[in-house]
Every structure is written in structure tokens, then in C-alpha cells.
């Protein structure tokens, strides 16, 4: 057999949660920067991919179809790669209410996974600015990400948080499928898929943010990147740290909860409890 069944894939998910909840510091340390940086490759190597076509009112689905399509080899890092992600281990929830793991083991893992993603995530930023690949296609890359950025910081509320929702649905049944798959293969075509999807849709992602919003803020400070993205000064006023925070990461990341903790951990632990 070459996939789990659900209420297998249910034990292994909380399996796994034993380990990520008694995982030395050092290692969650290293493995969230890890996590944060895979994400952050992916989101700069989706963006380069199609800047031209995202740029374009008339190519932009096509745009979203092909950075989409980038993006999914961040996750598949991560898992393959054994890192930690925090969206991902919103998971961890079945095993806290299967009294598998204390509360405070998992709020554990997710504070350091989410900070140490944090760090991964804007080290990148910064490292594809300073190298100066921002500059591809006569600073076209460098305005679309600033324009990219101004998007996820003028969010509403409620929008972002919904749309937070919706990601990691998709990003926590990636991780769900791919638990169940039993080869490689079969365990990076269960993640392709879903995050494909969601990437293409535009959900926001809380992690994947911490690239995108420090990235145009650092290209933010090049005026040829500003005055070719087209962004007002209104919407580049909040495109700064205190807007990605609280226009952004703050709502995304309470959908992102929500998402993998409640409609696919809670709601999955719910269905297969009894079954076990």
C-alpha cells in the first residue's frame, strides 16, 4: 500500500507531534530558520519566475498559475528536508487534545518555530536585495515586489483573516497527504498540488509573508523600483515593519490557526477519533 489511510494518517500525524513537541531547543532553533528560508527561496524564486506576466493586468492569472508552481518546492524543503513550519505544525493540536502532548509543549513549538521562521524569512529578504537580483528586467522584479507588499500590508481585517483560513487548509492538507504518502514521490505530488492551489489563488500565507513584505520594504528604499510599481503614497506609507505586523501577520496568522488547527487537525481528529 502506497498511502495511509486517514485514520493512520491521523496516528502519524500526532505521532510526529510527540517528536516536534520534545525536539531540543537548538534544533527547532536551527530547523525553524531553516523553514523560514525554504519558504523565502520559494517565494523569490516564484516571483522571479513571473514578475512580467504579474505585472500585466492581462497575464496575471497565468502569472499565478506559473509562481504557483514554484512556490510548492518551498514545502516540499520542508518536508523532505525535515525542517520546522509553523503553519504546518498548527497540526500538532490533535495530539495536545489526544493528551499526547502537554499545552504548553506545543504553544513551545510554535512560538520558536514562528519567530525562528521570522528570522529565515527576512534573512533572505535581505540577502536577495543585497544581491542586487531585484534589478532583473530593468527593475521590474524590484517593482513588483514592492507592489506585491503594498497589497499585503493595505489588507483589511477581515479579508486577510479569511484568506489566512484558506491557505493553510490547503497548506496543513499538504501535510496531511504527504504524512500519508509512503514514497517520495508520491509524498511531493501530495504537497505540489495544494499549495500550487493555494498560491494561485493568492491566499495569504503567514510564513511566506515574512518574505514577501520585508522584501519590498527593503526595495521600497529604490526609488526606480517605487516609481515603476505604480503603488501610491498612501499604500507605500504602510509598507513598513508596524504595518506588516499588524496589517498583516497579526489577522493572517490568526486565519493560518484556524485553518490547520480547526478545519483540518480538530475537524480530521473529530471524523477518525473513535477509528484510531
Known amino acids: 500500500m502506497n498511502h495511509l489511510k486517514p485514520a493512520q ?7 510526529g507531534a510527540e517528536t516536534k513537541a520534545a525536539m531540543p531547543l537548538k534544533r527547532l532553533i536551527i530547523f525553524g530558520i531553516f523553514a523560514g528560508a525554504y519558504i523565502a527561496l520559494a517565494g523569490a524564486g516564484s516571483n522571479m519566475a513571473a514578475f512580467n506576466l504579474l505585472s500585466d493586468s492581462e497575464t496575471f492569472g497565468i502569472g499565478k498559475i506559473l509562481s504557483g508552481a514554484i512556490f510548492t518546492v518551498g514545502l516540499i524543503m520542508v518536508v523532505l528536508g525535515g525542517a520546522e513550519l509553523f503553519t504546518g505544525n498548527t497540526t500538532m493540536i490533535a495530539a495536545a487534545i489526544d493528551k499526547r502532548i502537554t499545552l504548553s509543549s506545543m504553544l513551545r513549538n510554535w512560538v520558536i518555530v514562528y519567530i525562528c521562521n521570522f528570522i529565515g524569512g527576512v534573512l533572505i529578504a535581505f540577502m536577495v ?7 532583473s528586467g530593468e527593475g521590474m522584479l524590484g517593482a513588483v515586489t514592492v507592489k506585491i507588499a503594498a497589497g499585503k500590508v493595505n489588507m483589511d481585517f477581515g479579508p486577510a483573516l479569511v484568506s489566512g ?9 499538504a501535510v496531511w497527504m504527504s504524512t500519508g504518502a509512503q514514497t517520495t514521490v508520491g509524498k511531493i505530488l501530495s504537497i505540489f ?3 500550487w492551489l493555494f498560491a494561485t489563488a493568492g491566499f495569504e500565507h503567514s510564513i511566506a509573508n515574512m518574505y514577501f513584505i ?14 515603476l510599481s505604480g503603488v501610491g503614497s498612501d ?3 504602510n509598507l513598513t515593519w508596524s504595518g506588516m505586523f499588524i496589517s498583516n501577520l497579526l489577522p493572517v496568522t ?10 483540518v487537525a480538530i475537524g480530521y481528529y473529530t471524523a477518525l477519533a473513535d477509528n484510531k
Open 9 to 15: 494518517t491521523l496516528e502519524a500525524i500526532m505521532t
Open 129 to 135: 536585495y543585497y544581491s542586487g537580483v531585484l534589478s
Open 165 to 173: 483560513v484558506l491557505c493553510n487548509w490547503l497548506v496543513c492538507m
Open 193 to 195: 498540488f495544494p499549495i
Open 214 to 227: 520585508p522584501a519590498g520594504i527593503f526595495a521600497s528604499s529604490n526609488q526606480l523600483f517605487t516609481a
Open 235 to 237: 499604500a507605500l506609507s
Open 254 to 263: 490568526l486565519g493560518n490557526l484556524i485553518g490547520g488547527a480547526v478545519c
